[in-house]
């Protein structure tokens, strides 16, 4: 059972345009969600991240939308840039200390920014 | 900032060999580590979560037997690919994890590719 789910699979925008990514997820326990960006050839490098005492999260031009209730969290990227084009990944995990608690990641979803 | 770096970067190794790749945390102290194997559709898979002075906690699918790690110290890891074999190939990612945080520092990962 795939604990996090991402959609869509790919995503195509234009320069300027917002990218929106979904994620949803099963466990009621996870309470801490990162977003992690990769690039080919490299490994994943957090971009931004949320705690579930928060529904919006924003950095510049990413920005997480979160709703608890439903277990959906979004992320939002304005006015997108070609060098944007990247596969990204939700994840999730539990606890509140750093010495346990796995991350759970999506299957992510490849964006690309056409100019 | 936070920095983790993997080494070789790539490896090839012939069935039923074995190879050691290396993790190094870099500026902060890495409590924990977690290794990942992202296939070539991208998904991640939890091999292991070493936290150090505490014992090596592996996931289903995933025995110390073929994936022996160490964790000596705040920052160093490393883990042997035993009797290496096709389904074996994928990138394995070495994340690091600051004492009282959730947050996993990836590094660009080992690809291991298995003739």
């Known amino acids: 059972q795939q604990q996090v789910r991402q959609s869509p699979q790919s995503l195509t925008v234009w320069e300027g345009e917002t990218a929106i990514l979904n994620c949803s997820y099963e466990?009621?326990?996870?309470?801490?969600f990162p977003w992690y960006q990769q690039f080919p050839g490299e490994g994943p490098a957090l971009l931004i991240s949320i705690r579930s005492v928060s529904d919006k999260k924003e950095d510049g031009r990413f920005t997480i939308f979160f709703n608890k209730r439903e277990k959906k969290l979004s992320l939002h990227i304005t006015d997108s840039q070609p060098g944007d084009s990247a596969t990204y990944f939700c994840?999730?995990?539990?606890?509140?200390?750093?010495?346990?608690?796995?991350?759970?990641f999506g299957e992510g979803t490849q964006v690309t920014v056409i100019s | 900032g936070a920095l983790v770096y993997q080494y070789p970067r790539r490896t090839i190794c012939k069935s039923g060999t074995s190879m050691r790749m290396e993790c190094q945390a870099v500026?902060?102290?890495?409590?924990?580590v977690a290794w990942y194997r992202q296939s070539p559709q991208k998904t991640f898979e939890l091999i292991a979560l070493?936290?150090?002075?505490?014992?090596?906690?592996?996931e289903q699918n995933f025995t110390q037997e073929k994936f022996p790690i160490s964790h000596p110290n705040l920052s160093f890891s490393s883990m042997t690919v035993l009797n290496a074999y096709l389904e074996d190939r994928g990138l394995y990612l070495c994340?690091?994890?600051?004492?009282?945080?959730?947050?996993?520092?990836f590094g660009a990962g080992t690809r291991l590719s298995v003739l």
């Open positions: 500026g902060f102290q890495a409590t924990s």
């Open positions: 070493s936290t150090v002075n505490s014992a090596i906690k592996y």
């Open positions: 466990d009621s326990t996870f309470n801490y």
């Open positions: 994840a999730a995990s539990e606890g509140t200390g750093g010495l346990s608690g796995k991350l759970t």
């Open positions: 994340g690091a994890r600051m004492t009282s945080q959730n947050t996993l520092y």
